[in-house]
């Protein structure tokens, strides 16, 4: 029989355990020890045991076979949380226990958590800024929703009554080998631009803190030589230490790049990508990814123009939300044939 109930403080052990044997595909951070549930799921400040339901077998020694985690997303200052915006978040069900409908049971009942608390938006996949859980712990650089190298994620949540929302195109390039990037603007925007590598600074908003907060990113930034340092363009990247063990090299991710919209257009982002790309080959890491929603087509076509290879997509899911019998997640055990 499987019994449904919250987190428990001794549960990460074995919920490390579902993870690796659940989250194989190349999107999945592999975890190698239960503290880093700690560091992007735990100690997130409004974190909630209830929000993480938890699958146990009764009949195996009350063995861990499940979750389902689930969260809400920001208000419009990014300054705290929006409890309209729910956000499904993960969901992961051993091997050995597919098939049983204990996934869509998960579902279930982070759905009743989240309406329960006065969710009117039901979203599956986290994306910036609905991600209050999984970055850090899936999908690379940023969280790009559910992505399409977990094959069956996309069918399990439209059974679900979830529709497509939103894609992200997942770019990689792999930094092995001598690569050459031309542009004819470069030479004069390297005698009038400069980049500096520095440690990044504080994070803009709480909601950042709450994401990103655990990082210790490296910032590019591209100044103007002639007036004082005026910055021009600027970029965040990060190590993907985790995924660089899936992946098989060392890897780091582009998680935010910007350029004055005064001076857009002028080959300043391709620029300053290529270098981050040279930056990183020279400190010996072998694949620097980037995401994109595919939406935005100048961000696409930066990342093709320096020879970026689109590897996965990830999806994020909207379902409307309609009147349904209160359920509860109190600690009390609920079981399922």
Known sequence: MVVYRRFLNTDPPALADVWNESHTARGSFPLRTPAVLERWVFSKPYFDPESLIVA????????????????????AELSGLDY????????????????????SELVRRCEAYLINHGATTLR??????????????????????????????DPF??????????????????????????????TQLRRRYETQVLRAAGVPTWWHECVWGMLDPVEFRMVDKLASGFLAARAIVWELEGYGWR??????????????????RQGLAKL??????????????????????????????????????????????????????????????????
Not at 56 to 75: K, Q, S, T, W
């Open 157 to 186: 949540f439209r059974s679900l009554g979830y529709q497509p929302a939103a894609t992200t195109l997942v770019f990689q390039k792999k930094l092995d080998a001598p690569f050459s990037i031309p542009d004819p603007r470069f």
């Open 247 to 264: 992946w098989g090299f060392p890897s780091a991710g582009v998680l935010d790049i910007q350029v004055r919209e005064d001076l857009r």
């Open 84 to 103: 309209s915006h729910g956000v499904i978040c993960l969901v992961a069900v051993r091997s050995g226990y597919t098939r049983q409908h204990i996934g």
């Open 272 to 337: 300053l990508l290529s270098q981050i790309l040279r930056f990183l080959q020279d400190q010996f890491f072998g694949i620097c990814e980037l995401h994109a929603a595919s939406t935005d087509a100048a961000l696409v076509g930066l990342c093709r123009s320096v020879g970026m290879e689109h590897v996965d997509t990830g999806t994020t899911y909207l379902k409307t939300v309609t009147p349904s019998p209160t359920v509860t997640t109190d600690p009390t055990p609920e079981s399922s044939p």
């Open 56 to 75: 146990v077998d009764e009949h195996a020694n009350n063995r861990v076979i499940g979750y389902g985690l689930c969260g809400f997303g920001p208000n």
């Open 124 to 153: 599956a996949g986290p994306v910036w800024p609905y991600c209050p859980y999984g970055f850090g712990l899936y999908g690379g650089t940023n969280c790009p929703g559910f992505l399409a190298s977990d094959a069956a994620a």
